[in-house]
């Protein structure tokens, strides 16, 4: 087979042990290794087999007629989904007192107090759409450059509830298996950990790429 463009799975911009005791070592490297690796298999099986059909008009009507491409295009958009968001997610943390946790600074600081008022009153708006998100989802932070404004999406799955064309800035990951080694069935208990580890730094670089 001629060979795709695949994902792979991103490193860690730090040691699987250092986001403890907000994230112990367990927890990250399951998370890493484990489920974010699968979104990676998955997204890239699906691709495999996408181009494996459409070499074929034959297997491409075969697809069609039995309703195949429904089915493909909502995996694909929950493995891709799975993928990205993972990538930021390790990318929006660092370890405590090491450039993770604090208050936001610079451009982060000013989107936050221009639509939410307060760094406050942010942290409980977006703490509270992690812990309310139903089932297995994400609460996320996201801007669009002509509306100049940030909006909170809570992400059901991977994929739903995504808001097309915004950037997602910063991202939290609250599937159970995201924090179930360390806090069981305490989601509100990972979210407020989540503050220590949040990196600021990272999440101004990521708004300034959306222009
Ligand atoms: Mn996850």
Redesign the pocket.
Known sequence: MEKIKTFTLPKLPYDYNALAPYISEEQLKL?HDK??QAYVNAANALLARLDEATKESSQVDYWVSYGYVKAFAKELAFNVG?HM??SI?WDNMAPAGKGGGGAPTGAIAELINSNFGSFETFKKLFSNTAVSTEGSGWAALAVHPCIGRAMIMQIEKHNINVFPNFTVVMAL?V?E??YYVDYKNDRAKFVEAFWNVVNWDRINKNIALVK
Request: proline content about 0%; cysteine-free.
């Open positions: 998370h489920h974010h799975g968001l993972h997610f990951d599937w298996h995201a």
